[in-house]
Each structure stands twice: as C-alpha cells, then as structure tokens.
C-alpha cells in the first residue's frame, strides 16, 4: 500500500466548532507531516512527527493541535479557527525526515473552509 | 535564510514544444526533489537527486543537479497536455531536515 488517506475531504466549519482532520498511511513510514497549502502557494510546512514525537513545530498557533496515536495515524484537532486559516491541509509521510529518506508521499488533501 | 528559488513562476507551453524549470539556491544542499500538483489536486513526488551532477530521466523528463549542487533543472521533452499543472522542487539543507519548497512553476499546455 503506497497511499495516503486522508479524511474528510472537504470541511465547511464556523469559528466556534471544534473538528479534526485525520491521516493515515501503511508504508511503515516513521515521519509524519502537515501541510497548509493557499491556491497558488507551495505547501508550508506546519508540524513534523517522527517515530510519533512532534519534532517540528513552525511556530503554528496553538488553535491547531496536532496528534500522533500511532506509528500509521496522525490527527490534527482545530478549535476557534479564522477564515483566514481556511486552505488545503496536506498530510504527508516519509521513511525517515532526514538525508535521502525524506521523499514525501502526500495525501490528497482536506480542503477546509471557516466561515 | 535557507531558501529554494524557482523559475520562472509561470510557462504557457504549445503541445509538442519542449520547457524547462529551474530551481536555485545560495547554500549548498543535501538533496532535491521534485514534484508535479495537477490542478485540483496534491504534490505527487517525481524524482529525488542527491549526487553532484546527478541526471536522470523518466521517459520525456530529465532531471539534473549541479555540480555544486546549488541548483537543478527540469527539462520536459514533447510537451503533452497531460503535462499541465505546477512543478515544484523542493532542497533538504545539511543539518535541517525541513523541505523548503520552491514557489513552484504552473505551466499551462496550449493545445
């Protein structure tokens, strides 16, 4: 299986709601990554989890909140989000984060909008 | 900072014709990559160079990396319209292990 899955799709969600974006991939991968994406912007780099620490933390706010249960999942939890954090959010996953095993396999995406 | 510089931002390529993207950077870096975002959809990975001067070739694309390992280029064969949408690189910097990606390069295929 070289796939990840990601879920929901799309998320129409007002500012108040509480809501997570979850991941999943059965490559044996031990680095886990989420990405927020705008329309015609490279994805930026959120969080990094390896071997299911959070490693890497881009100075998010902290109304995003990221969860590694295990080794195949990883979750991101959003509360009291802005409209203006309303983009794709990419999941994505490595053999490893550093040298030549961090070529990233990227789910398809959750395509969030706060309204 | 340590960033990937991609150009150009933009190419309206007629089928058939070939294009190239580049990709550069000030510092020296571990590796690149490449990927391929068709519209609608996410980064899908296409190659990874780690060797000074490395080229290798998938079918009409040829990847390659610069001796100093500064820099790279994607040169697209034959364009189809299959070809379409934004190509990204993205460098490991020594002793970083985030992937600073390029603002990538949208190409559009005239048919």
């Known amino acids: 299986d070289t796939e990840v899955t990601q879920t929901p799709k799309h998320l129409v969600m007002g500012m108040t709601n509480k809501k997570s974006l979850k991941c999943e991939q059965h490559?044996?991968?031990?680095?886990m990554y989420w990405y927020k994406q705008k329309a015609k912007k490279p994805p930026e780099l959120m969080f990094v989890y390896s071997y299911e620490k959070l490693s890497i933390n881009e100075s998010v706010p902290s109304r995003f909140s990221p969860e590694c249960p295990n080794s195949s999942l990883l979750n991101l939890h959003l509360h009291a989000l802005q409209p203006e954090d309303s983009a794709l959010y990419l999941c994505a996953s490595s053999q490893h984060t550093s040298g030549v095993y961090n070529e990233q396999f990227f789910g398809p995406g959750t395509r969030l909008t706060v309204l | 900072g340590q960033q990937v510089m991609q150009i150009p931002q933009y190419q309206h390529v007629q089928e058939g014709e070939d294009f190239t993207t580049y990709c550069n950077s000030s510092t020296t870096l571990s590796n690149i990559q490449w990927y391929k975002q068709r519209p609608g959809g996410h980064p899908v990975f296409l190659i990874q160079?780690?060797?000074?001067?490395e080229v290798k070739k998938q079918k009409r694309l040829t990847f390659q990396f610069g001796e100093a390992k500064k820099n790279s280029s994607l040169h697209i064969t034959a364009t189809q319209t299959t070809d379409v949408g934004t190509y990204f690189c993205?460098?490991?910097?020594?002793?970083?292990?985030?992937?600073?990606f390029g603002k990538g390069n949208q190409v559009v295929v005239i048919p």
């Open positions: 993205a460098g490991t910097f020594y002793g970083n292990n985030r992937l600073a």
């Open positions: 160079l780690v060797k000074s001067g």
């Open positions: 490559m044996g991968h031990r680095a």
